[in-house]
């Protein structure tokens, strides 16, 4: 089967139309539409549903797209195996992230890496942590940057451990100690992200058996603290995700301290594509290269 049509059904999904993945193959739209109907005609299930709005997966879609995105990807390994013995390294790297190391690390790491590999396109997805499972083991993610809780399912290397702070507004009684109890956080309505799913947050509390009033949901830092500055109520952050939004509000260290481990889960590492492989080397030099400063 030619994997054209692999890539076709896998663009529409991704896109959410067949105009846009037909731009990014650089096919018409009536090319990309007979490729997925032959598709369909000889895996004998309708893959998409079409409409106005765009194209989404039937039920049988979702079951083989995963086993879909695994056949490309093997095809993608064989070829940039090949381009790397050849001495040019060509292919497609797609990395997941929490948004905090989406914007502090990976430009730092990209950088060094485009400069020695500059024929790899890079793609970031900025996801929290229930995404980045589906990416994983959907094989839409190549590997992804987050933070450690059980359950890890993924093989998984550490890279650094970030402090987790209490952020809170700037007339909060507690905004000008030195610290901030975790204890005092039944005490003031509570903000959490991730949809109000944040793992590595909700660990630490159940861990002090604290069990704060969670008055507001978000998805990520940025909205956290803009509620936190209008006085809607405090948070419990990583330190990296408040590490570009200054002013406002107050960041506490919690009282007793607390950390959590950012780093790499993969898949299976001996399945890594030679390019994936290699950004995984710049990624964890990235981190050496700090410690020993």
């Not at 598709?39 to 995963?66: D, H, I, W």
Request: net charge negative.
């Amino acid at each position: 089967m030619d994997t054209i049509k692999f890539k076709a059904f896998i663009e529409c999904v991704n896109r959410g139309s067949v105009t846009a993945a037909a731009q990014e193959l650089s096919y018409t739209p009536s090319a990309v539409s007979q490729l997925i109907s032959s598709l369909e005609k000889e895996l004998g299930v309708k893959l998409l549903n079409r409409s106005q709005k765009g194209v989404t997966m039937t039920p049988e879609g979702r079951e083989l797209a995963p086993a879909i995105r695994a056949c490309l990807a093997s095809e993608d390994e064989v070829f940039q195996l090949a381009s790397d013995l050849c001495g040019v390294t060509t292919g497609t790297l797609t990395i997941a992230a929490y948004p905090s190391a989406a914007i502090t690390w990976l430009p730092s790491i990209i950088r060094r890496f485009k400069n020695d590999y500059p024929g790899i396109k890079i793609n970031i997805l900025e996801s929290i942590r229930s995404e980045i499972f589906d990416q994983l083991d959907n094989y839409e993610a190549d590997m992804a940057i987050f933070a450690y809780s059980e359950p890890m399912p993924y093989e998984w290397i550490p890279l650094t451990d970030v402090e987790v702070i209490a952020a809170v507004y700037e007339d909060h009684p507690l905004a000008a100690e030195d610290s901030f109890p975790i204890a005092e956080a039944e005490n003031y309505d509570f903000i959490l992200g991730s949809w109000g799913q944040e793992k590595e947050i909700l660990d630490i509390l159940k861990k002090h058996d604290v069990h704060p009033a969670i008055k507001y949901t978000t998805y990520d830092t940025p909205v956290t603290v803009g509620m936190v500055k209008m006085g809607l109520g405090i948070s419990m952050v990583n330190a990296l995700s408040a590490e570009p939004w200054e002013g406002g509000y107050s960041k506490l260290p919690l009282e007793p301290r607390e950390f959590i481990t950012f780093g790499i889960a993969l898949q299976d590492r001996d399945r890594l594509s030679m390019a994936a492989e290699k950004f995984l080397s710049y990624a964890i030099d990235e981190f050496k290269d700090e410690s020993a400063q």
